[in-house]
Nanobody, 122 residues
Framework: QVQLVESGGGLVQAGGSLRLSCAVSGSIFRIDAMGWYRQAPGKPRELVAQITPTSSSDSTNYADSVKGRFTISRDSTKNTMYLQMNSLKPEDTAVYYC?????????????WGQGTQVTVSS
């Protein structure tokens, strides 16, 4: 079974940094895309950053609210995805989830981690 486990969350002061990790285990036929999402209390889950493998290089995109502050990356050797978060703001407080989309011949399978709490104090 494919499993995603997030780590690296915690409490940080405004202006500080955290690096989230998402370890992927199990057999994946092909990774179509991976990304980080977050959900704050009373708010819907939203996309934070996404990375899409290509034959030449990885393509990334970010929510406007985190552009210039967050960086998504992955290490295929370690089967791990990262989210480097700098200049954190209280508005970044949320549960952060990692996601991977597995591509098979005619289907796409969606996998989510359990989430890790990020709390930014003012």
């Amino acid at each position: 079974q494919v499993q995603l486990v997030e780590s690296g969350g915690g409490l940080v002061q405004a202006g500080g940094s955290l690096r989230l990790s998402c370890a992927v285990s199990g057999s994946i036929f092909r990774i179509d895309a991976m990304g980080w999402y977050r959900q704050a209390p009373g708010k819907p889950r939203e996309l934070v950053a996404q990375i899409t493998p290509t034959s030449s290089s990885d393509s990334t995109n970010y929510a406007d609210s985190v552009k210039g502050r967050f960086t998504i990356s992955r290490d295929s050797t370690k089967n791990t995805m990262y989210l480097q978060m700098n200049s954190l703001k209280p508005e970044d407080t949320a549960v952060y989830y990692c996601r991977t989309i597995e591509r098979r011949y005619f289907t796409l399978n969606d996998y989510w981690g359990q989430g890790t709490q990020v709390t930014v104090s003012s």
